[in-house]
Every structure is written in C-alpha cells, then in structure tokens.
C-alpha cells in the first residue's frame, strides 16, 4: 500500500498573488493570519496579499518574526497566536523556514494538545477542520509549499538542532506560486535553490518509494532546471525561466515528498554546516558522485539514470556520456561548485570531523530512501571526495 499527497489547489502564473482576496471570499474565511520573516516582510509582496484579502473583508494579523532554521517554540508560538485570532487560514510567504514554520504553526492551532515534536506519517492528527494552509513561495528550491516535510530546530549548546518530522496532513491546502516574488532571488541563491531542485528530482528518480506519479513530476523537473536554470541565472529578469523554475520547485517538491529523497541529501544535511555551505551548494556538491556510486552498485539505479539521460538529450538538448558528466556539464554553466574548497568551504573542518559527518549521514532518514545502502567507508570516501 502507498499514499501520494498533494496541496487540493496550485493557482500560478505572475499576479497569482493578488487571488488570495478572491480565493478568501469563495472560501469565505473572515480572517487571515499572514507568517513570514523580516527579509521577506520588508520586500512589499505582504502588502500585496494584505491589500488583497482587506478589499475581500477579511480581517489580516501578520507574524513577520519567522527566523532562518525557526525553532519548535517559534512555530509553537505562532500556533498559540493563531489559538487567540481564531484565522480559517494561515498564509505562509517566504521560503521554506516560514513555510515549516506555518506547517507546525498549523499543527499546534489545529491540535493544542498535540507535541509538535512527535509529528509522523503514522498517527492521524485531523488536521484541517479549523483553517487552511496556504503557503506562497518567495524561491524556487525547498518544494515545501508542495510537501509533508516539516524541518524544525531545537536548542543545543552552541546553536540549533534540525529536527526533519512529517505527515501527508501537513502538505499546505493551497500552494500559489507567483514566479515574481522569485525574481527577487540574487544569483547565489538563484544557483543553489535551482541545484538542489535538480537534486531532488534525481534522488526521487531512483528512491526506493519511486512510482509512476513520482516519475513523472520527477523526470520533468529535472527536465526544466536543464533548460531554464541557465536562462535564470544569466538574466535575472527572464520572467520564463523564473515562472518555469518556480513550477520545477513545486514539482520536484510534489515527487519527492511521495518518494523519499536518498544519499545525497543524508550526506548534504551532515556537511552543510560543518563547511558552512548552504544546503543547495552542499547536495549540489556530492549529488554526481552519489549518481556514480549508485549507478556502480545498483543495475537499477543504472538503468533510471540512463532512462532520465536519454529523456534530457531528447527533450533539454543534453549531450553527455553519463548523467553525472551532463550534470558536472550543467555546473560548470551555472557556475555551481564541484567540491566544498571550490565552493569556498571550510574544507579543514570537513576533513577533522568526518567521523561525525559520517554518523549524522546514518542517522538521516533520508538515507533509507537510496537505492543502495552504503558502508560507513564508502560514506568516508564519499565526503573525502567532495571535500577537494
Ligand atoms: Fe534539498
């Protein structure tokens, strides 16, 4: 038996925003409660959706404190705020910090009882009966706004915990991506969130939980980051490539929220901090050697590789000998690093603390989603392979 979860609505296309009003009098919610971060609170697009859901009568509270890596309490507190304002929808705008932070916001409003810690896809929570989700993406990566996942934080000694929970009843009732709010995106970031799409429709493709509804989301996802991440990165102002690398987001999100993501992800969380390297640039980094590793060790891993090959040669225009090498290609285009010291990691660090990189790649429930399981020394050469 299998589930495949999706949001009920995706509005999309530029000016989308401004259909929250009309979308808040057909559902007839009389209040809204808007989660975002100050970044985002300072960029206009609230007062968009604001203006938008006033002149639909509709009564606004705006939560604009949302932190980057939010932590539990954070997300407890909007659920508590929400307790007290009593909105039929949450309206999540940002990127996927604010959007988990509404996730378990959503939680805690709809479920006071329940310990958002112990959020999973095995206990029914009966979500929904309050309020809608509705989460508006400002970057083209996480596919939050299309998935179960929720990744929240808790206090340790010297910083923050991720703690990666999730459920099909937190999936957001309604994702709106409005290509817009992610031209605001600069190159970097334009680079990294484009990359670690790329790297979720590739680990999707050969998950252990991999199925026709995945595949098909999956292969075209991959697809569009071959033909308009470039476009993206080159002109920022290409309103094209911004509008079809915000739909590749949702739906490498949709596919691997259905099919798990693999090794690369597990290793990417692991290094990520310890280089200093955002999450994009890190699973960019080590995906074309975890496509290798895989395709020595598993004929059916091979065999979806070369299938996605043959799909990007005949519909991006790809040529290449092997996936990894039409990947490093798309790198090398984009400008997106191969190893962490190209990458300007803390490649010292990597190297001191590969044991615990090592551990935490273990303990990552992404791991159990690869088509290989692979042995504490193939993880070793790994990390030592993407370090330099
Ligand atoms: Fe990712």
Redesign the pocket.
């Known amino acids: 038996m299998h589930v495949f979860s999706l949001p009920r609505l995706i509005y999309y296309g530029s000016g989308s925003l401004d259909m929250v009003g009309e979308l808040a009098s057909s559902m007839g919610w009389r209040k809204a409660l808007i989660v975002t971060d100050p970044v985002v609170a300072g960029l206009g697009f609230i007062n968009r959706v604001e203006n938008s859901l006033r002149s639909a009568g509709v009564e606004v509270a705006v939560y604009d404190k949302v932190e980057p890596e939010p932590l539990f309490s954070q997300a407890e507190e909007i659920g508590r705020l929400a307790q007290e304002f009593k909105p039929q929808a949450i309206i999540a705008v940002g990127g996927g910090s604010v959007i988990d932070a509404a996730k378990g916001a959503w939680v805690k409003y709809e479920r006071p009882d329940y310990d958002i810690r112990g959020i999973t896809p095995f206990e029914w929570m009966g979500i929904g009966r309050k309020c809608v989700l509705v989460a508006i993406p400002t970057t083209s990566g996480t596919g939050s706004e299309a998935t179960l996942g929720i990744v929240l934080s808790e206090p340790v000694e010297g910083g923050k915990k991720k703690v990666a929970l999730g459920s099909p009843e937190v999936v957001p009732t309604i994702a709106v991506l409005d290509p817009e709010l992610a031209k605001t995106m600069p190159r970097k970031l334009t680079v990294s969130t484009g990359i670690?799409v790329l790297?979720?429709a590739v680990e999707a493709a050969v998950s252990s939980e991999a199925s026709d509804f995945t595949d098909a989301l999956a292969f075209k996802a991959a697809e569009t980051v071959f033909r308009f991440l470039p476009r993206a990165v080159e002109d920022p102002g290409d309103m094209e490539a911004r509008e079809r690398m915000h739909l590749a987001a949702t739906m490498a999100g949709m596919a691997f929220s259905n099919s798990g993501l693999g090794l690369a992800?597990a290793v990417a969380h692991a290094v990520g901090p310890v280089a200093s390297l955002p999450?994009g640039t890190s699973?960019g980094i080590v995906l074309p050697y975890v496509v290798e590793y895989n395709a020595a060790r598993s004929g059916e891993a091979a065999e979806k590789y070369e299938k996605l090959l043959r799909y990007l040669e005949m519909m991006a225009g790809v040529s290449a000998g092997s996936l990894a090498e039409a990947i490093r290609n798309l790198y090398r285009r984009v400008g997106q690093p191969e190893t962490v010291a190209q990458a300007g990691g803390d490649v010292r660090a990597v190297k001191t603390e590969v044991e615990r990189i090592v551990d935490e790649t273990f303990q990552d429930p992404d791991l159990v989603f690869n088509p290989v399981f692979p042995s504490r020394e193939d993880v070793v050469e790994l990390v030592k392979r993407m370090a330099e």
């Open positions: 670690d790297a979720h992800h999450h699973v």
